[in-house]
């Protein structure tokens, strides 16, 4: 499990066709890995990857099929920024919100623009994840912590301070750029406990319907 806090921006290396997918070699720049082990889970743009190599400032990761479809992982070339965390401790500070590393899918950078001293961001998410983001709700983009401001069908805005953008990698995003997406993880369980017993033979999403029958409305 992670925050959702950036603890550095690191870099791809090295992509490797390794049996099918990809093995991926990272700099993990001022992030020092010096009291983690082989096996630990390592969060790059959000998704949770198992270090099998580890020296005090880079790693290497395999990376499935599933994850490349997914994920933003799938343009990752050398020199790609990434952002990095390292997977929480009881002794860790939850300043952002409990992130599982399980990236939901992509969303597109449709505005990018200065407000104030900070930069707002408008993203569209794919259809089917929209009903899972609410207004000043969390959510994770690229693996940071955010807070949403509005949301408008699948089209959700953050604002994104001066830190964040200096210490992560949305400060080198443009318009049209694609981003992992991971909603938050109280929604998707939400919806699949206000099915109940009808869970088993059930695949479609929260409807009208549902949240009638669950006393919502």
Known sequence: ???GIILAIGKITGIEQKAGDVRLSVDSGKLSLAD????DSI??????LTAVALTEHSFVADVSNETLARTNL???TIGTPVNLELALTPQTRLGG???????????????????????HFKFRVPNELAKYIAEKGSICINGISLTVNTIDGAVFSVNIVPHTLKETSLGFAE???KVNIEVDLLARYMERLMKGEAA??????????LLKES???
């Open 1 to 3: 499990m992670f925050t």
């Open 36 to 39: 983690a082990c082989l096996g």
């Open 43 to 48: 969060a790059v743009n959000g998704i949770c």
């Open 74 to 76: 799938k343009q990752a």
């Open 97 to 119: 919100h409990i992130v599982s590393g399980h990236v939901d899918g992509l969303a597109t950078v449709l505005e990018k623009k200065p407000d104030g001293r900070s930069v």
């Open 175 to 177: 318009v049209n750029d």
């Open 200 to 209: 088993e033979n059930c695949t479609s999403g929260v409807t009208e319907t």
């Open 215 to 217: 006393g919502f409305i």
